[in-house]
């Protein structure tokens, strides 16, 4: 018996001092954050051996600064998430991230297991898949449905025209406005406004062509788009600035999001949420209706750093959680976004979600929800888009083809 | 004594309201980190205060990985490490560049007025990198180190030190005072308002200082909590009370000690115009 | 004597050699690697690569380093009339004011010590669309004003909360300079008769010239390291007129890792800081003597 505490005391020891310490940081999200601090310690607890520690990346602006800063400090994390495709090009040009396809068989296998195998060729950069993807999710619009049927609709618009009609019975300026058309000032919202309407338009075409590094918006359904913009901004239809929480407290009827509001809202504005509809993004007027409309998706992954001191044990990990689709079950209670799995819809452990009408709305756009291009300089493309393309037509800065033909060749600059 | 005139008076009022205009904003925001939530863009005065903000930082937020309490702490230690070292060493190389005449006191002192000339940001990418090559990245020795000593401190006490007569030294001298004793207990109580300049300079740079932790402090259990604020602020935006008691508390002891080393303040206004 | 001599120069040399000991490290190091950074291409990671002046010749084919200047230019345009016409009036003022004074310079002290990030972040609420002054403007006029979000009235808000933050401070220097006149320079003036308004123009304002001088160039020196109001409030939006040389500076090193473009960026920052203060003084600066 002696014996045997004197090995559990040396296992103890031999243990704490031989784990692996890797450290893993999320998304500042805090409900992912919630997920993941969970998940790593039930693993914490189940293998001693290597340790995790989690935290969050430090973003004082963007995820994508804060990593990139922690890398010229030497200081990345061994693992992390929240890296969209175009991040994770430009973290393996700099050579910061591990390809995942170096563990052979055993990523094939997860691959497999968690049903990826389509989605996985999407990521591949230079031959090779660096990241592991954990969710995509669709952008959809929600319309404020107490508000239109006071108006007389019984569904959301569907067309820019009908945007214009319903906001000549609704817009008052200064006071309130049909919807948000452009989502913030940060280089990531033009995922959720331009590129959004761009592929709703253009049924989910390439805004940039990646193989010749080209720009390629600014053909009709590019044109279609920036002249709705201009015209929303022109004609008081939107504002500059709608407040906070503008939605819930009905100075707009209608606004882009993402899954990662659900759970939030329905916390925090439970006498909005049942009244809300869930929509596509408008279309031209010539869309066909019968045609169904595209969105942008809006994924993230997660991928294992350089300078990891255990790569295999990193790796371990990973397998770990993304191989028990029990995980997946705790991934949408908590964040409600649709993991990147192909078997949503059909696999039976996820059918409890889909009476949520919020989730399910999301899930059943996955397939018509187009990724980003996958280019290395997506942040500054779309600083450039930003500067070039959206302020000028918020702020009335000339005819909407000549900035949209501006914003093409200074995007063309960058991408040369 | 000249006759209180209507147009004096009207002069008085307008320049207290505008003082009051200037105060506002702290008054806000002061005021609006005790209101609940919900108030804070609708009331100046609120139905009610409210701690929960307050807890929230110090009690709540640890939880959530966002250590207010101790990023204060982290901010306190590091201001007043930097603060009490500058003060001291500044005061040693200003009585050596001030009184005691040699080439090399001639030669550091000329160097100081040259590198006075290059601004403090040129250096920032270049320090960065020093900092990772000597391992200190995510450390409080990359918030203190590079600051341990200052040379427009060193400057401003060897400015003040000359206007004291060398009588003074000689007599300290004769009754066998050491030099350490000379410039701590002779020379600076004679130079405590360029003492109390060059302190509340130092405390509130090191205090507010943003930039560079941003740079080299990616760990929150060490962010100043400057940092720690702007990443709450970006993260938490939704979290206004907080945030807002949150600035209140990065405000307050820069506040406190302007308050309590004002008077030394404004004496020293006229020395930066030598 | 001469034992007393040399250990005092003992002494001196000892604490010289630890300061200048720190500041080969943290000063002098880093100025070597600056210039080093300067001619060559690096990206964090490998050795640096000599490239000559590529790196400064790149500045003049870079757009955005052009708004950025140009930026800075706007910038200068706002803050310095701003703080100069605003602390001359406030100091004017409390040198007329007979109670209340320590009460007023407190409270425009007070800003002073503001945290940057602090009060960043209460301004950006403050002036927000649905913040006091926003609803102050609506209740009066029926409209509101996108203080941070129209380009041209970024700058300017962001020189207004700069000029709230420093016109005590720079306000007490004027006013030093206005307490160091004689008042007999004054009281001779009026016996020749000369208006308030012919003495302000052609007595006070010269001689306030160093006072007024050194403001000047601490708005300079102020206006080219502006980091953090920018930072937390616009990021650097809209249409990237708030984007300084310092934001520009830290986006090129960590944004896009280009540390070696990032320290050209500096640089040519500094010296074109520099540069503006020499022409000012060159211009503006008078000898001033009291006789």
Same mark, same amino acid.
Do not use: H
């Given at each position: 018996m002696r014996r045997f505490w004197i090995f559990t005391l040396m296992l103890v020891v031999v243990v704490t001092f031989a784990a692996t310490k890797l450290v893993f940081w999320t998304a500042p999200n805090p409900l992912q954050e919630e997920f993941w601090k969970e998940v790593i310690s039930e693993w914490n607890r189940l293998r001693p051996d290597i340790q995790i520690e989690v935290s969050v990346i430090?973003?004082?602006? #963007?995820s994508e600064e804060a990593i990139l800063t922690a890398i010229a400090a030497g200081t990345a994390p061994d693992i992390s998430e929240n890296i969209f495709s175009g991040f994770a090009a430009q973290l393996a040009e700099i050579g910061a991230i591990y390809p995942l396809d170096n563990f052979k068989e055993d990523f094939w296998k997860l691959v497999e297991t968690r049903k990826m195998r389509n989605i996985v060729e999407g990521w591949k950069v230079k031959g090779h898949y660096y990241v592991l993807p954990i969710y995509s999710n669709p952008m959809l619009f929600w319309w404020r449905g107490d508000l239109l049927k006071q108006l007389g609709y019984d569904r959301p618009p569907r067309t820019y025209s009908e945007i214009y009609e319903l906001s000549s019975k609704f817009t008052k300026p200064? *006071? !309130?406005?049909?919807?948000?058309v452009i989502a913030g000032r940060? $280089? $990531?919202d033009r995922w959720f406004d331009f590129i959004t309407y761009y592929y709703a338009a253009s049924g989910g075409?390439?805004?940039?062509d990646a193989e010749k590094r %080209?720009?390629? @918006?600014?053909?009709e359904y590019g044109l279609k788009v920036t002249e709705f913009i201009y015209k929303m901004f022109k004609e008081n239809h939107t504002a500059v600035e709608l407040g906070t929480n503008p939605f819930y407290f009905g100075t707009i009827l209608g606004k882009i999001t993402g899954p990662w509001e659900i759970n939030w809202a329905k916390e925090t504005f439970p006498e909005v949420m049942p009244h809300v509809w869930l929509a596509p993004p408008p279309v031209p007027d &010539?869309?066909?209706? /019968?045609l169904p409309v595209y969105t942008f998706a809006d994924t993230k992954g997660l991928v294992i750093y350089e300078?990891? %001191? &255990?790569k295999k044990a990193a790796f371990e990990f990973i397998s770990w959680v993304f191989s028990n689709v029990e995980h997946d079950v705790l991934w949408i209670e908590k964040t409600r976004m649709p993991p990147?799995? *192909? /078997? =949503?819809?059909?696999?039976?452990?996820?059918? %409890? @979600?889909? *009476? &949520?009408r919020f989730f399910k709305a999301y899930a059943e756009a996955v397939p018509y929800a187009v990724p980003p291009? =996958?280019? &290395?300089?997506t942040i500054d493309v779309q600083l450039s888009m930003t500067t070039h393309l959206i302020e000028p037509l918020m702020h009335l800065k000339g005819e909407p083809k000549d900035i949209l033909n501006n914003a093409v060749k200074e995007v063309n600059k960058i991408l040369f | 004594m000249k006759r209180f005139r209507i147009a004096d008076l009207i002069f008085h009022v307008i320049m207290v309201l505008l003082a009051f205009v200037w105060i506002y904003p702290y008054l806000w925001l002061f005021i609006s980190s005790f209101k609940p939530a919900k108030e804070i863009f609708t009331?100046?005065?609120?139905s009610r205060f409210t701690l929960e903000h307050y807890e929230f930082i110090f009690f709540m937020s640890g939880r959530l990985g966002r250590p207010f309490a101790r990023a204060l702490l982290n901010s306190i230690f590091v201001a007043s490490t930097v603060t009490f070292s500058v003060v001291m060493t500044s005061a040693f190389v200003g009585f050596v560049l001030a009184k005691i005449r040699f080439l090399l006191a001639r030669t550091v002192l000329n160097f100081i007025l040259y590198q +006075?000339? @290059?601004?403090?940001? +040129?250096?920032l990418i270049p320090l960065f990198m020093l900092i990772r090559a000597l391992g =200190? +990245?995510? #450390?409080y020795s990359a918030l203190i180190l590079p600051g341990l000593m200052s040379s427009w401190g060193a400057f401003m006490f060897a400015q003040s030190f000359?206007?004291?007569?060398d009588d003074y030294i000689d007599a300290a001298k004769l009754d066998g005072a050491s030099r350490f004793w000379i410039v701590l207990r002779l020379m600076l109580p004679l130079t405590r308002s360029t003492a109390s300049i060059v302190g509340l300079f130092t405390f509130i740079g090191a205090w507010d200082n943003f930039l560079w932790p941003l740079m080299v402090i990616k760990d929150y259990n060490k962010m100043p909590l400057a940092v720690l604020l702007a990443t709450f602020n970006h993260e938490y935006a939704g979290y206004v009370g907080p945030i807002f008691a949150g600035a209140v508390l990065q405000t307050i002891p820069m506040v406190l000690i302007f308050l309590l080393l004002r008077k030394y303040f404004l004496q020293g206004i006229s020395l930066s115009l030598r | 004597m001469a034992s007393l001599k040399s250990r005092e120069k003992r002494f001196g040399f000892g604490i010289l050699a630890a300061y200048l000991t720190h500041t080969a490290i943290f000063w002098g190091y880093p100025f070597v690697w600056m210039v080093m950074l300067a001619f060559s291409r690096w990206r964090f990671v490998g050795k640096p690569s000599f490239v000559g002046l590529a790196n400064f010749l790149r500045i003049f084919q870079d757009s955005n380093f052009i708004r950025v200047a140009l930026n800075t230019l706007n910038f200068l345009a706002y803050l310095i009339p701003m703080l100069l016409l605003s602390s001359l009036l406030f100091a004017i003022a409390l040198s007329k004011m007979r109670y209340f004074k320590t009460f007023v310079v407190m409270s425009f002290l007070v800003?002073?010590? #503001?945290s940057g990030v602090a009060y960043s972040i209460m301004f950006a609420n403050l002036f927000a669309v649905n913040g006091p002054v926003n609803r102050f403007v609506y209740s009066l006029f029926g409209f509101t004003i996108p203080w941070f979000n129209h380009p041209q009235l970024a700058i300017f808000s962001i020189c207004l909360i700069v000029t709230w933050k420093f016109i005590g401070y720079y306000g007490m220097i004027i006013y030093a300079g206005l307490q160091a006149i004689p008042t007999s320079v004054f009281e001779a003036a009026r016996m020749d008769g000369a208006s308030n308004w012919k003495i302000f123009w052609t007595i006070t304002l010269p001689l306030l010239n160093p006072s007024l001088i050194t403001v000047t160039v601490f708005a300079t020196t102020l206006t080219f390291g502006i980091f953090t109001e920018p930072y937390m409030i616009?990021?650097?939006?809209?249409?990237? !007129?708030?984007?300084t040389f310092l934001i520009y500076m830290y986006d090129t090193a960590f944004? !896009?890792?280009?540390p070696s473009y990032a320290t050209v960026v500096a640089i040519v920052a500094a010296a074109m800081s520099f540069s503006l203060v020499m022409i000012i003084r060159r211009i503006f600066e008078r000898e001033v003597a009291f006789v």
């Open positions: 430090p973003a004082a602006a #963007s200064n *006071e !309130r406005y049909v919807m948000q940060n $280089w $990531w075409k390439a805004y940039i %080209k720009a390629v @918006f600014n053909n &010539d869309y066909p209706a /019968d300078n990891c %001191k &255990d990147a799995r *192909e /078997d =949503l819809v059909t696999n039976p452990a996820f059918a %409890k @979600f889909m *009476e &949520d291009a =996958l280019i &290395d300089k | 009331t100046f005065i609120p +006075m000339l @290059f601004p403090g940001f +040129m250096f =200190l +990245m995510n #450390s000359k206007t004291i007569p | 800003a002073n010590v #503001s616009t990021g650097g939006g809209p249409m990237m !007129r708030t984007t944004r !896009r890792i280009n």
